[in-house]
């Protein structure tokens, strides 16, 4: 029987996604991130050029909303941003993600897809030529930089994870998690935990006030808490103490706070409890609570914090939104105050007349005591 050749049409009409795309990437991205990675995959798949004003274009974004995009995945390490010397984008290299999902290291992976965009103000090239663009050489900027710096984030396999779940103490950890997250890790989360233990030798102790820090300042995404752990890396943060002190140091709330209440150096446990309390229950503005610390000062020299709360917790009672509202509130008290005053000084004028009246006849009473 003869041989049967086996040929398809040259223009694409599928392209594939990575899983590990999906399962690591795509929930984290919003809807413009995901247009444009997903649409850079297509033209390189089909062989065609675009620029970013065709990417705006297409989907009705801006040109920066197309190069935030593009940074957001280069930050991600999905691929590889090409700038000439007037910082204009003339490449995009698409990293193989079926090799980083088998590698143990984001500086192993070699394979990349070489993806050219149309600079805007150039026309797009002849026919003849976009089936074949030119080659762009791998910049080796990106994964020198992530080889040079020792908190970089390696790629943990399925094996490394699976090892990782297995340890005596992993488990208590990952509760931990869970417990300040308030739902199940995913596996892309548990290998941000490997990485804190792994790359930046967090204790158990460490992890738990991190996650803890994060969760009381609202912020549950692990690419935030991740950022905040790489910050205290670099910073040689090794104990829960070193980090409240350095989260309170540069917090300039904190501090601001302090100076309006005439109070010097590092907050004490109790009044960070205080101003985390204003800031985040009550939700109030910097400008109210400045104007409590002000009023506390004129009026006391002691228990400073614990007058500011009695002033601001009765604000959060009145539901203070801003500072007309206090204004409304004094006018309220000086009319209060005023009409209290003008009754009492009413009242005090007639003090003498409050009582029943007696006629007496003193003759009268003179006479029997006489005859007395």
């Given amino acids: 029987m003869a041989r049967l050749t086996i040929y398809k049409d040259e223009a694409a ?11 690591e ?34 989907f009705n974004h801006t040109e920066k909303d197309v190069i935030r995009a593009l940074k957001y995945w280069e930050k991600h390490q999905l691929l590889d ?12 290299h698409i990293r193989d993600l ?39 050489a791998v910049h080796p900027a990106a994964d020198s930089e992530n080889s040079a710096n020792a908190f970089a984030k390696p790629v943990y396999s399925t094996d490394q994870l699976r090892e990782f779940k297995n340890r005596q103490d992993t488990a208590q950890l990952l509760f931990i998690a869970e417990s300040y997250i ?12 490997l990485y804190f233990t792994d790359v930046l030798h967090f204790s158990d102790d460490l992890i738990d006030y991190l996650l803890q820090y994060c969760v009381d300042r609202g912020k549950k995404d692990f690419k935030y808490i991740e950022r905040v752990a790489v910050s205290w890396a670099e910073q040689g943060i090794a104990t829960p103490k070193q980090a409240q002190r350095c989260a309170s140091r540069y917090d300039k709330n904190v501090y601001a706070i302090m100076n309006e209440l005439g109070k010097t150096g590092s907050p004490t446990t109790k009044e960070l409890e205080y101003m985390n309390r204003w800031m985040k229950e009550y939700g109030f503005s910097m400008d109210i609570i400045f104007e409590a610390c002000q009023r ?8 400073r914090f614990e007058y500011a709360e009695g002033i601001l917790s009765s604000w959060n009672e009145q539901n203070v939104h801003r500072k007309s509202d206090i204004r409304k509130i004094d006018d309220l008290y000086q009319q209060r105050r005023k009409s209290n005053s003008q009754a009492g000084t009413k009242s005090s004028g007639n003090r003498f007349n409050q009582f029943a009246q007696n006629n007496y006849d003193f003759d009268a009473l003179e006479q029997e005591l006489l005859s007395n």
């Avoid at 991205?29 to 247009?35: F, I, R, S, T």
């Avoid at 995959?41 to 089909?46: V, W, Y």
């Fill in 13 to 23: 009409d599928s392209t594939v996604v990575s899983n590990y795309f999906i399962d």
């Fill in 25 to 58: 990437y795509m929930k984290e991205a919003n809807d413009a991130q995901l247009k444009v990675y997903l649409y850079l995959l297509r033209m390189m798949n089909a062989h065609m050029p675009t620029s970013v004003s065709d990417i705006a274009d297409k």
């Fill in 81 to 92: 941003l090409d700038f000439n010397e007037n910082k204009i984008l003339v490449g995009i």
């Fill in 98 to 136: 079926s090799s980083a999902e088998n590698s143990t290291s984001r500086e192993a992976n070699d394979a990349v897809s070489s993806f050219v965009p149309v600079p805007a103000a150039i026309q797009p090239a002849p026919a003849s030529l976009r089936t074949a663009p030119a080659s762009v």
């Fill in 182 to 193: 308030g739902r199940p890790l995913t596996p892309s989360e548990m290998k941000t935990i």
């Fill in 296 to 303: 506390t000062v004129m009026a006391t020299d002691r228990h």
